[in-house]
């Protein structure tokens, strides 16, 4: 079965902290993705990344950054958090380009709020 | 600009066949995802549609209509379980997927 482990399911952090949220995926798959999703809201891609080192802005990558280092692990880094970025956020990642259908497997999410 | 438009909440009865409708305006169209959300849970893959027609799975099937630009997740035998949120997901031109904010379904006994 493909795992994504998010390292924190809850965290609270005042507003102007850096925050760190760690994704790590165990089947080997290129693609990575930070989502956030808000009630009433699809949900709004952040970063995606296609390869070690190799970053890409989505939707709305405004206050935030990310880091791939090595293949399994993407991290979202807030560098400096605000109470608007207060929001569930899930870290997903696919085998798209391959005979996949490129379906997503998420982790089970991070809630932040922001104080 | 990119759209996707499926109903806020919908309710059915238990044993009962329920039809959550999608329509969608992408810039391209490469495919569309089905996934179902439980309350505080994470997305899971239901169903991927790329070609016109039905697709079904067990108790679940996906309709795609791309000169409609409309598709239906159909759920029949609902169970008290199904009760979930059900994420519509085409993929633009660029392979990205296009959220829908979700359907809400409560299944009542």
């Known amino acids: 079965d493909v795992k994504v482990t998010q390292s924190s399911r809850y965290l609270v952090k005042r507003t102007g902290e850096k925050v760190f949220l760690e994704c790590v995926q165990d089947m080997d798959h290129e693609n990575m993705f930070w989502y956030r999703q808000d009630p009433g809201l699809g949900l709004r891609l952040i970063y995606f990344s296609y390869d070690v080192k190799m970053k890409e ?10 880091s791939r280092e090595k293949k399994e ?25 391959t005979s996949n259908t490129g379906e997503l497997f998420f982790g089970e999410g991070s809630r932040l709020t922001v104080l | 600009g990119q759209n996707i438009d499926q109903p806020t909440e919908m309710t059915a009865t238990e044993g009962a066949i329920v039809q ?11 495919g569309l995802f089905w996934y179902q959300q439980h309350a505080g849970e994470a997305p899971t893959f239901l169903s991927y549609n790329v070609l016109d027609g039905l697709e079904e799975k067990g108790r679940f099937s996906s309709f795609l209509s791309r000169s409609k630009g409309y598709s239906y997740l159909l759920l029949k035998e609902l169970q008290m379980k199904d009760s979930a949120s059900y994420l519509c997901a085409p993929l633009d031109s660029n392979y990205q997927l296009i959220w829908g904010a979700g359907t809400k379904l409560i299944i009542k006994p």
């Open chain 1, 73 to 97: 692990r993407f991290s979202l880094i807030l560098e400096s958090a605000s109470t608007n970025q207060t929001s569930m956020y899930l870290c997903a990642s696919s085998l798209w380009g």
């Open chain 2, 20 to 30: 959550i409708n999608c329509t969608y305006q992408t810039s391209g169209f490469n």
């Open chain 1, 57 to 66: 802005k989505g939707d709305i990558p405004e206050g935030y950054s990310v």
